[in-house]
């Protein structure tokens, strides 16, 4: 398997453009789950999905920000206006089952930057 | 709002010294505790998992132990190498309807020298 997939790998935006992030998750795996890393706040949990369907968006740091998961093997992250605070890496996860027994698989990240 | 907290921050040892970390969480309503090694430029890789008290994991030359009484975790490395150098993070998972969701500490960087 190729793992968890996330596109692009970096992206370099002006404040004010709508951004998209973008994850595959493992096939077979029907939890999907958005972080973010900074160094002032480590890695934050955003949102995460089980079958598809949003869990707990508590992490979401404000409207600019949403996520949608249209099917099993496919997930977006979006920020809109997009803002110089946002820069970080983002990170997609996915694992088996619901429950924290599963080990969650990581992606490569998306590092975004906002000028 | 949940309370991870990893202990030291960072760590430097010399190849062949042994280390252990902290890893301190709510001890009520406890579901389980992760362990994850992450390399610089790379992506987090679970280690263990641990979900009860008086649990011991062991990979290689790494392993970890867990008291839920008192809410925390060790991690052990025996004879460090260089490849051993990473971030050490360890996971959260309160025991509710929403078991899925993982608190992070802020991770313990370990450098492993010749």
Redesign the interface.
């Known amino acids: 398997d190729a793992g968890v997939i996330q596109s692009p790998r970096h992206e370099v935006t002006e404040m004010g453009q709508e951004v998209t992030l973008r994850c595959k998750p493992i096939s077979g795996h029907n939890?999907l789950?958005w972080y973010r890393q900074t160094m002032m706040r480590?890695?934050?949990?955003l949102i995460?999905f089980?079958n598809n369907v949003p869990?707990?968006d508590s992490g979401m740091p404000e409207d600019r920000f949403s996520a949608k998961m249209p099917n099993a093997s496919f997930s977006t992250l979006k920020i809109q206006p997009s803002e110089p605070r946002d820069s970080a890496v983002y990170?997609c996860a996915s694992?088996y089952r619901?429950?924290?027994?599963?080990?969650?698989?990581?992606?490569?990240?998306t590092r975004l930057t906002v000028l | 709002i949940l309370n991870v907290e990893q202990s030291p921050q960072s760590l430097h040892v010399q190849e062949g010294d042994s280390t252990n970390f902290t890893c301190s969480f709510p001890s009520s309503n406890f579901?389980?505790l992760?362990w994850y090694r992450w390399e610089t430029a790379?992506?987090?890789?679970?280690l263990f998992?641990m979900?009860l008290n008086g649990d011991e994991k062991k990979k290689g030359r790494i392993s970890a132990t867990l008291n839920t009484k008192e809410g925390y975790s060790y991690l052990y490395i025996k004879g460090s190498q260089p490849e051993d150098s990473a971030t050490y993070?360890c996971a959260f998972?309160l025991n509710t309807g929403?078991?899925?969701?993982?608190?992070?500490?802020?991770?313990t960087r370990l450098q492993v020298t010749l």
Not at chain 1, 42 to 45: I, R, S, V, Y
Not at chain 1, 98 to 109: A, V
């Open positions: 939890s789950f480590g890695l934050e949990l995460y089980n869990i707990d990170f694992s619901q429950g924290s027994y599963n080990e969650q698989f990581f992606g490569p990240g | 579901y389980a992760h790379k992506s987090p890789k679970a998992v979900t993070l998972a929403t078991a899925s969701k993982l608190t992070f500490g802020t991770g």
